[in-house]
């Protein structure tokens, strides 16, 4: 059994910043990439930003330069720091992993439940 928690998410004025965090846990053997997804009220799923085991990032033109994703391959854990938010930025913002389970080979996407990011004055 794998879980992914997210935390962090809030209500925020624009030009702020908020750190996302998500947590990996349960019977881990590794872990490939981890990405961050949002979606927005009446819009599908999308990708925000993603980063392999080895540290190469990817991100979607529209958060370039404003937000940063990271993570501690040591703790299973994946961050997604946003500065300069703006209001399109509101979305509930999902945790995603490539995990390979204990006892497999191959890896499975697991996803956490979410956090609200609000961005409005």
């Known amino acids: 059994q794998v879980q992914l928690v997210e935390s962090g998410g809030g209500l925020v004025q624009p030009g702020g910043s908020l750190r996302l965090s998500c947590v990996a846990s349960?019977?881990?053997?590794?872990?490939?990439?981890m990405g961050w997804y949002r979606q927005a009220p009446g819009k599908q799923r999308d990708l925000v930003a993603v980063?392999?085991?080895?540290?190469?990032?990817n991100y979607v033109d529209s958060v370039k330069g404003r937000f940063t994703i990271s993570r501690d391959n040591a703790k299973n854990t994946v961050y997604l720091q946003m500065n300069s938010l703006k209001p399109e930025d509101t979305a509930v913002y999902y945790c995603?992993?490539?995990?390979?389970?204990?006892?497999?080979?191959?890896?499975?996407?697991?996803w956490g439940q979410g956090t609200q990011v609000t961005v409005s004055s």
């Open positions: 349960g019977s881990i053997f590794s872990v490939n990439a």
């Open positions: 995603n992993a490539e995990v390979v389970p204990v006892g497999f080979r191959d890896d499975f996407a697991y």
């Open positions: 980063i392999s085991s080895g540290g190469r990032k």
